[in-house]
């Protein structure tokens, strides 16, 4: 079993950046797949971004890719999602999981999740 907690939201201006963590407890961790989902008001969760237990494979959604990046510290314990060149459409609630998921942009395949860090992208 591992319990989540996301850290580093905040409000930045539209073109900054934020740096996101997931600090993992648990010594199963670095077993895991891990994956950042993201949902705003009156929407679904979507799939943000995703990493391989071992950090050697990752996948982004097409609305971040080449803007944000995924990592992971295994010896830490921790996900990271730094977030470059943010639009105020990145504003949401951001989520970190981890699970085993055939599919790695569902959400409902990952069986752990932290409780959110909001992000704010102003224009």
């Known amino acids: 079993q591992v319990q989540l907690v996301e850290s580093g939201g905040g409000l930045v201006q539209a073109g900054g950046s934020l740096r996101l963590s997931c600090a993992a407890s648990?010594?199963?961790?670095?077993?895991?797949?891990m994956g950042w989902f993201r949902q705003a008001p009156g929407k679904e969760r979507e799939f943000v971004a995703a990493?391989?237990?071992?950090?050697?494979?990752?996948v982004y959604a097409g609305s971040v890719k080449g803007r944000f990046t995924i990592s992971r510290d295994n010896a830490k314990n921790t996900l990271y999602l730094q977030m470059n060149s943010l639009k105020p459409e990145d504003t949401a609630v951001y989520y970190c999981?981890?699970?085993?998921?055939?599919?790695?942009?569902?959400?409902?395949?990952?069986?752990?999740w932290g409780q959110g860090t909001q992000v704010t992208v102003s224009s």
């Open positions: 648990g010594r199963t961790f670095s077993s895991y797949n």
């Open positions: 999981a981890a699970g085993s998921p055939r599919r790695t942009v569902v959400a409902t395949e990952y069986g752990y």
């Open positions: 990493i391989s237990w071992r950090g050697d494979t990752t």
